[in-house]
């Protein structure tokens, strides 16, 4: 869900190289969720391009509605940033 599809070129067939994109889809490897003690941490990796982290940013409110959407037994927070990553953390 978060990670930004490549582009082809109409006219050659080719897939497009957008450095942008790449460094951010190259941090959401790196995302995961993880259940401890009856809570759920969602962890996104926060690339470390500006414009990358603004491609992120706009992605990060739908994520928390997916997410609370996939799990309405957990009440979710908000993303806080802690280092390099965002931590949403859902409680039951």
């Known amino acids: 869900m978060m990670i930004i599809p490549k582009e082809i070129s109409e006219t050659t067939g080719k897939v497009k190289i957008n450095a942008i994109v790449n ?3 190259t941090s959401q490897r790196q995302t ?3 259940f401890v003690n009856n809570k759920l941490y ?3 990796r ?8 603004k491609k992120l940013d706009d992605k990060l409110v739908k994520l928390r509605e997916s997410i609370g959407n996939s ?3 957990y009440s979710f927070t908000g993303f ?3 280092g390099s ?3 949403c953390v859902g409680t039951k």
């Open 71 to 73: 799990y309405p037994e």
């Open 80 to 82: 806080d940033r802690k």
């Open 42 to 44: 969602i962890c996104v």
């Open 32 to 34: 995961y969720g993880e």
């Open 46 to 53: 926060i690339p470390n391009n500006i414009e990358a982290a």
């Open 85 to 87: 990553y965002y931590i």
């Open 23 to 25: 460094l951010y889809n």
